[in-house]
């Protein structure tokens, strides 16, 4: 069954924490930022990067409340701290913050890779200290504190994988906190994680990146009939493949054993159409192509995806 959609997330008459601060004030921390101010979900929002340019552009933008000159300062007191720096970045900011985190403090993270972010993260966690990772499955392809909105994480899934043991009452707030954003709120295994976001992310990813290359490559010959075509199908992945190349480098370093699973399947699959094609097997493409077209009109009810004809009038 469908998850119930909301128009917008309202705004809470009591913040749900005292102060939260936000480490990494990308496409994600902005994001949240916005949200957290404009829908009450704390009293006070502070937020810091390692880049200066950056911290100067976030107070230019009114995020948060404050911006904090260093990440130890931002969360010292902090009922609750979200790492929104790159997946391969965590650990060395756990390790910055660790001695600032009060006791009983939820510490999180918003990482697109869950298994690699909990090792690394672990061995810093101060006693008292609860740690709720979590993955808004929400995006664009543009980063930086300018990227942010408001509504990033409304109707989208965000994932939270608490390792065995994490208290019941932490992992509740921080359900609350993303659904207080809008987000439909779902708890796995840091490990299943990886496996489906291999396979829905990733991957996908990955091909984007590839395929755009390739045509680059050919680009020499053909560059005008790539950009004037591209609306065949090419346009679609050229925007997956501008995401932000720090980030993606992350996920692939750090979810290696995954995505080189789901890279062998989809190599398995790929030829088998491959062997369609160049036999006539027009049976097996046809069946094929009529399977995906389900999973695609699945995407759409479940409200992930707004079907073709409604994107033509309104996007
Ligand atoms: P982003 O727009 O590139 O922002 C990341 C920010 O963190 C940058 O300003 C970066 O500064 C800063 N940073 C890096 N290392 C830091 C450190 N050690 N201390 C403090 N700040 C640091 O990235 P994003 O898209 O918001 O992604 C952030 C996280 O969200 C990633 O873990 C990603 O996997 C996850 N995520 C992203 C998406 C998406 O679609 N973008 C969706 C879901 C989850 P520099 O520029 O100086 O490196």
Request: charged share 20%; net charge negative; with cysteine.
């Amino acid at each position: 069954m469908a998850p119930a959609q909301q128009s917008f997330a309202s705004r809470r008459s009591e913040p749900l924490f005292g102060r939260l601060a936000i480490i990494g004030i990308g496409l994600i921390g902005s994001s949240i930022a916005h949200a957290a101010k404009d829908l009450n979900l704390a009293g006070r929002v502070v937020l810091y990067d390692r880049d200066e340019a950056v911290r100067q552009r976030a107070r230019e933008l009114g995020l948060g409340h404050e911006v904090a000159e260093t990440a130890a300062e931002a969360a010292e007191q902090a009922d609750h701290v979200v790492l929104c720096v790159p997946v391969g970045a965590c650990g060395a900011v756990a390790a910055e913050i660790a001695s600032s985190l009060k006791p009983g403090a939820i510490l999180s993270d918003v990482g697109s890779v869950k298994n690699a972010v909990v090792e690394a993260v672990m061995p810093h966690l101060p006693e008292g200290v609860h740690f709720v990772p979590a993955h808004p499955v929400a995006g664009t392809e543009n980063s930086g504190p300018d990227a942010g909105f408001p509504s990033l994480f409304l109707n989208r899934w965000c994932i939270l994988t608490p390792p065995d043991g994490t208290d019941e009452t932490a992992i509740a707030r921080t359900r609350q906190f993303w659904e207080g954003m809008g987000a439909i709120v779902e708890v796995m295994t840091a490990t299943h994680h990886d496996l489906v976001l291999a396979v829905t992310s990733h991957l996908p990813h990955l091909i984007a990146y590839n395929i755009v290359g390739t045509a680059e490559d050919l680009a020499a010959v053909t560059q005008s009939e790539v950009i004037k075509f591209s609306a065949g199908g090419f346009r679609d992945f050229t925007r997956i493949a501008a995401s932000d190349p720090t980030m993606w480098r992350d996920v692939f370093l750090h979810n290696k054993d995954a995505v080189l699973e789901m890279l062998g399947r989809f190599s398995e699959d790929l030829a088998v159409l491959t062997r369609a094609i160049r036999f006539g097997d027009g049976e097996t493409l046809h069946k094929h192509f009529t399977r995906t077209r389900a999973i695609r009109r699945g995407i759409v009810a479940l409200g992930q995806e707004k079907p073709e004809t409604e994107k033509l009038r309104k996007d």
